[in-house]
């Protein structure tokens, strides 16, 4: 499939994302979310809104909003030239302390490459990272295999 100028970049890397992720957890009663919903991260007294979230079976709010989510299961962020720097250090060192959450992706937008943050069963973190059209990625938080030549597939022209 061409790039075509509307869906390239993130916007495309975000949508192919959830459109991915949405066709996975259908029927299993897990849910995506987008960044309309905001994350709170108790222990570093931080709100944000991550570009995707999953949760398993209901979720969580501190209020009566709806609008918060506490209880993620995963969360993903599309790298920028502006946020990199601070998605890869705080926040995702800020996210791995939201205790039900298992995984976090961080995904670059200008080239094939995934870091995947993953809880370990001993509750240490592990780092996987995929790189190139053809790698894949296990996301064990929601039993996917997230390939990246179909991730990629409207963000970056073809080779």
């Given amino acids: 499939m061409q790039c075509r ?7 495309g ?15 299993s009663g897990r849910e995506v979310h987008t960044s309309d919903l ?9 709100y944000t809104y991550p570009d995707a979230s999953v949760v398993c079976g209901e979720p969580e709010f501190p209020d009566s909003q709806l609008d918060t989510l506490t209880n993620p299961i995963l969360l993903a962020e599309i ?3 502006s946020t990199e ?6 926040k995702v060192h800020a996210y791995r302390t939201i205790p039900s959450l298992r995984e976090c992706l961080l995904i670059a937008q200008d ?6 943050h993953r809880r370990m069963p001993d509750g240490s973190w592990s780092v996987f990272e995929s790189r190139g059209r ?9 039993d996917y295999t997230l390939r990246l030549d179909e991730l990629y597939e409207t963000a970056l022209p073809p080779d």
């Fill in 5 to 11: 100028a509307s869906l390239c970049g993130t916007i």
């Fill in 13 to 27: 890397l975000l949508q192919q994302l959830l459109f991915l992720l949405s066709l996975h957890l259908r029927r």
């Fill in 38 to 46: 905001r994350v709170h991260v108790a222990a570093a007294g931080l």
């Fill in 79 to 81: 790298l920028s030239a």
């Fill in 85 to 90: 720097r601070y998605d890869r250090t705080f």
């Fill in 111 to 116: 080239q094939h490459h995934v870091a995947l």
């Fill in 134 to 142: 053809d790698a894949t990625l296990e996301l064990t938080s929601i």
